[in-house]
């Protein structure tokens, strides 16, 4: 006849087996392989696309969020249309799971530096502000790789930058840094596969 004391060993032994066994007490990754986006592919008739994107600092380079008639997620850098980086971008490279394609943001850009010129930070008593500045930006013809081989379309797109510089001094020269600072993309628009 089993005792008290050997139920309860065996009891909690069958317990951690179990939970071992189902990876409940496991510090390992269940699974070493790279993550990707799961689930079907864009439909050659398309449809609607949003976009997210965020940084903490004015760098070209991004953290993008597709959903949509596009599930997926990666990287996005400001570029120009040759792949090298500068301050006049004039596309967005959006780098994801299934392949690449690129946007025109000359237009956004444009607008962006009209915004900010002379107009920043919005609040000189604090030294922060706000700009939002929206426009239209293509795919760029003949840009997808991978599963936006073919992708055609346009975004309405929206670029918002919070920004706090160091009080009591500002507006500063374009050189000097700020505190702290966060620059979303975001919209959406209708793409399609050519």
Not at 147 to 170: D, H, Q, R
Request: proline share 5%; glycine share 12%.
């Amino acid at each position: 006849m089993l005792n008290r004391a050997t139920v309860s060993i065996l009891s909690f032994t069958v317990v951690a087996a179990v939970l071992i066994a189902a990876g409940g007490v496991s510090g390992a990754s269940k699974s070493s392989k790279p993550l990707s986006a799961a689930g079907p592919h864009i439909p050659k008739a398309g449809g609607l696309v949003r976009l997210t994107a965020y940084s903490n600092n004015d760098g070209p380079k991004y953290t993008v969020v597709l959903s949509g008639v596009i599930g997926d997620f990666g990287d996005t850098v400001r570029t120009y249309a040759s792949g090298t980086t500068n301050k006049e971008y004039n596309q967005l490279a959006v780098s994801v799971t299934r392949g690449s394609f690129r946007l025109g943001i000359a237009g956004l850009e444009s607008k962006l530096g009209e915004a900010i010129s002379g107009n920043f930070p919005t609040n000189t008593s604090t030294c922060s502000g706000v700009v939002t500045v929206t426009a239209t930006t293509p795919v760029v013809a003949g840009s997808g790789t991978g599963a936006y081989k073919g992708l055609s379309g346009a975004f309405s797109m929206t670029i918002t930058i919070n920004e706090v510089e160091s009080w009591p001094t500002c507006p500063k020269t374009d050189t000097s840094p700020f505190l702290a600072q966060t620059v979303f993309l975001s919209g959406s628009g209708t793409v399609s596969l050519q």
